[in-house]
């Protein structure tokens, strides 16, 4: 089993750029994808990107590529979202979460983290 909490969300201006935590915990975490998705209000959870903690192999959807970046610190057992040029549509409340590899859905959530961006 892992956990996983997020940290990292808060107000910010069109265009700046802001970085999400998350810490992760649990054993044999070298099984384990772990990913960034996102719900605003209204709409349905969207998936952002996503990293195996074996490897650090990345996956980001076509919304977010060339813009958010995912990366792993395995000595801090964190997983990371750059988010940069932030618009007011990136608002949302952002999750992070966590998959065996060979599963489609992820299985453990975090509580997730607003993320507010200010036209």
């Known amino acids: 089993q892992v956990q996983v909490a997020e940290s990292g969300g808060g107000l910010v201006q069109t265009g700046d750029s802001l970085t999400l935590s998350c810490e992760v915990s649990g054993r044999t975490l070298s099984r384990y994808g772990l990913g960034w998705l996102r719900q605003a209000p209204g709409k349905e959870r969207e998936f952002l990107a996503t990293i195996t903690w074996a490897g650090g192999y990345t996956f980001y959807s076509a919304s977010v590529k060339g813009r958010f970046t995912i990366s792993r610190d395995v000595a801090k057992n964190t997983v990371y979202l750059q988010m940069n040029g932030l618009k007011p549509e990136d608002t949302a409340v952002y999750y992070c979460?966590?998959?065996?590899?060979?599963?489609?859905?992820?299985?453990?959530w975090g509580q997730g983290t607003q993320v507010t961006v200010s036209s």
């Open positions: 979460a966590a998959r065996e590899v060979s599963q489609t859905e992820f299985d453990y």
